[in-house]
């Protein structure tokens, strides 16, 4: 690849949707004048998600149902390595909480060969201004996962992550809802992949914390994650 | 208190098979042999409830219908856990054919959109070229 440090040609940055018609638009751009290739997956939203991705030049994949966040994601990562030239695969979240620089951060570690993939953490820094309750119910998700542990991540359900093309090839997320970030942990924690983990700034307006992971919702990824052990 | 062991190990054959990870063919008619069983054993409870009690005493349960209802609550477990595993299998299935669908349909709509022409890629190579390869539908990539 001919591709200098700046273009970020060889980069891919996945961002699976559902109903965030108020964000979504201003999201893709933002990425896009660092990442030219973006691509979102919308997952079946009814809100309209679609139409504001097809306003941006980011490429579009459209779930005609609802299939949940893992499945979106498997999918951009799919259609991702199929373009050309494809080396370096960020997942990014739809409701603007990550920041680009933060993404950037990540994709220089695994640019300079230290690490095939590389995983936010929000608790490198800044851990203060994660929301209490948030912060709970991650932390127990951490220390509940051996995985999580072996691999001695801080973080395990963190939504920006950069990929290595051989780890894309390698990788097939089968839970199709919030479980497949677990996945993913035990995944690489069975793999021999090397995996770093970068402290990022995550912002939370009112609009993502709205959306994002709840206590209960921890009490759903336990359950389907001791069952997925067990049956596959 | 034979009963408790006899369900107890029920139970637990119910949890083996759920942590097996394939189901051979064994497994499958164990299932049918243990689901006629079942049946026939509850057309003898039917017919004849008071040598079931007897049975059911000498297991150590009081009458014969708390021995059926045991073995229904063992049954049921079973039932469900056999169902959730069916229904996972055919959830992987459909999430497979959704996903080459959306992809395939997100080739030809990104091609209109003109984004698969105009990636930074296609200066390397002649512009027809990587549009073909772009879109291709290659194989599936699952």
């Known amino acids: ?21 108020q964000v979504i638009a201003e999201v893709a751009e933002q990425v896009r004048a660092t990442f030219p290739n973006v691509v979102c ?48 695969f960020v ?32 608790f490198g820094a800044g851990t203060g201004r994660i929301p209490l309750l948030k912060r709970l119910v991650l932390r127990t998700i951490v220390a509940l996962s051996p995985t999580a542990r072996k691999l001695k991540l801080t973080d395990a359900h963190n939504g920006l992550r950069v990929l290595t093309r051989p780890v894309v090839d390698d990788l097939r997320i089968t839970m199709n809802g919030m479980p497949h970030a677990s996945e993913i942990v035990s995944y690489l924690a069975g793999s021999s992949w090397r995996v770093r983990e970068v402290p990022v700034t995550i912002l939370y307006s009112d609009y993502s914390r709205a959306k994002g992971q709840s206590l209960v919702n921890g009490v759903n990824i336990l359950f389907d994650l001791s069952i997925r052990q067990r049956g596959n | 208190m034979i009963v408790q ?51 059911a005493n000498r297991l150590g349960v009081g009458r014969g219908t708390d021995l059926v209802l045991y073995l229904l609550v063992v049954a049921f477990i079973f039932g469900m856990l056999n169902f959730y595993l069916r229904f996972r299998e055919i959830d992987r299935r459909f999430t497979e054919l959704t996903r080459t669908l959306a992809i395939r349909e997100a080739e030809i709509v990104n091609a209109e ?17 990587d549009d073909r390869v772009a879109t291709a539908p290659t194989r599936p990539t699952l």
């Open chain 1, 1 to 21: 690849m001919p591709d200098g440090v700046t273009s970020n040609d060889d980069v891919w940055v996945v961002i699976p949707v559902f109903n965030e018609h």
């Open chain 1, 41 to 88: 997956v919308d997952d079946g939203s009814r809100d309209g998600s679609a139409e504001q991705i097809a306003g941006t030049g980011a490429h579009l994949v459209r779930h005609p149902i609802n299939m949940g966040q893992g499945a979106a994601l498997q999918t951009g990562l799919s259609y991702a390595r199929t373009r050309p030239g494809s080396q370096y």
């Open chain 1, 91 to 122: 997942t990014f979240d739809a409701d603007g909480q990550h920041r680009v620089e933060d993404a950037l951060a990540l994709l220089e570690v695994a640019r300079s060969g230290a690490a095939d993939v590389v995983l936010g953490t929000r």
């Open chain 2, 5 to 55: 062991i006899v369900l107890l190990a029920a139970v637990l054959a119910a949890l083996v098979m759920f942590v097996r990870r394939r189901h051979g063919v064994h497994m499958q008619a164990g299932k049918r042999v243990g689901l006629i069983a079942f049946a026939a054993l509850n057309v003898y409870a039917v017919l004849q409830p008071d040598r079931l009690t007897e049975v």
């Open chain 2, 113 to 129: 959109r003109h984004l698969t022409a105009t990636r930074p890629v296609a200066v390397t190579v002649p512009a027809g070229a």
